[in-house]
């Protein structure tokens, strides 16, 4: 659930903390007092496009953070994060964070981790469904439709395992295609192919070998220099009288005769002997490390070269060593299967014979399923309807299947299965049911819609319903049944919805109003959390003002949820 929403700096509003409770939250306010801001102040932190004419006037940036209770989708979401490199969820909660520059340089955090809006929107799908007023529009399509269906039916599993036939078919298909070509593309791959391995091949690479030879290299290159300096240094310390080790002696010799006189000075003695000793190791190791240097032209010349065709090679298939051996691997391959190219062919069209198989047996066990959960469906929206004021109502789904009698298949089937689905309803007796789309009144949508979400709402995974102003053209009874559908919704999910209509609002079983007044010469939004007494002022303006009847009828409307 949605515990917290934190807005700055957002249109009208300049710093609210909205605190949410869990079940039913309903909220109202005059019409333009800034209900819709807290819309598109969700919409902004669940990844919608930003509009910097959002940003209020003066400020050069806004911001939105919302605190999520994610305790019942942590699973999921786990491996969501961690494949993103955001920092795991603590004591079950998530934060979202957006902020919309004036300059346009936008940023977003998840858990205090800056992400690409991509990844935001891709969780807040998770996490939010916002309904808009025109939002029931989704389900005249025939995939929204299909969806629905399958969610009532518990087929995720079922349709998962259909999609994955499909994809692993539609590779098929693709390795397929790349060997069916003409003579000509055919020749001239083989080609390329061939030059490509063998050229990779013939250079006997290794991983590790570029490192090491550009150490061998520079140590040739240099051989001369560095046979100079070592000469050089192995002189200074003991060819000539001058020589560190000569003098070293001498300087023994001085310390011998003083800690004769001084046995205190013997410490001094005891140093030079360590020196000694370390001058006289530096020499024997420079003395093997000359031995070691060669100067070999040949050698050089044979390093270069090998340099330069790695060099040659990476600029052709890779940035690294280990990326042209892979290309070489991968050009072997393709070459095998190309100079094998019917037995491939004929590999590949068994195995995708193998998958229609499949295929045709999960797509009937899918349509079986779906054609299980058609009556159920209708009879469950049938009721929400007659709660929402259709008693006479008729709520059908056709379901066209689509399934081929035989394999193979002739082409690769849709990743939801053989089904094309039609949810069809009459709104009066006598009438034949007809596709939601030919339906004229938005009020009905809208009902239907509700209809359905509280049907799916025990199903539904997604722990945050929005309803902005769905119950538009819809009043009486109907509105009653519309606050009841809500409260009903929210036993099973967190709902907010936004409505003028005090009989939506009064089973909520917490009330919020927005309202506009003016601070230092501007106007700001607030948003307040209504206690019982504040509940009957606003239902009652709602009503139509603050008249003695007004309210009578505003304090018998919670009585219900008092």
Known sequence: MLITLRVKDLALVTDLALDLQPGFNAITGETGAGKSILIGALSLVLGERADRALIRGGCDR????????????APRLAGVLEENGIEPCEAGQLTLKRVVTSTGANRQYINGTPTSLNVLSGVGEFLVDIHGPHD?????????????????????????????????????EAQKAALIIDERTYAQQLDLLRFQA??????????????????DYQRARNSARLMELSQEAAGCLGEDETSLLNQCGAVGRNLQELRRLDPGAAALADLHEQASTLLRELQGELSRYTDRIEIDPARLLEMEERINLIHSLRRKYGATVAEVIAFGENAAEKLRQLEQRETEL?????????????????GRELSAGRRKAIGPLKQAVSRQLADLGFKQSTFDVALTPEIPSATPLARTPPAHGFDTVDFQFAPNAGELARPLRAIASSGEMARVMLALKTVLAAEDEVPVLVFDEVDANVGGETARAVGEKMRQIGQQRQVLCITHLPLVAAPAVAHYRVAKEVQDGRTVSLITRLESGERVDELARMLGGNTTAARKHAESLLKPVA
């Open 198 to 215: 063998r050229e990779i091949a013939a250079a006997n690479l290794r991983p590790e070998e570029e490192e090491v030879l550009n150490q």
């Open 136 to 172: 029931h529009q989704s389900l005249l399509q025939a995939a929204r439709q299909l969806d629905i269906l399958d969610a009532f039916g518990k087929l995720s599993a079922k349709r998962g395992a259909f999609a994955e036939l499909v994809t692993r078919r539609t590779a098929l």
């Open 62 to 73: 806004c911001s939105v953070e919302a605190l999520f209770d994610i305790s019942r989708l």
């Open 346 to 362: 004929s590999r590949l069209q068994s195995e995708i014979e193998a998958i229609d198989r499949d295929s045709l047996r999960a």
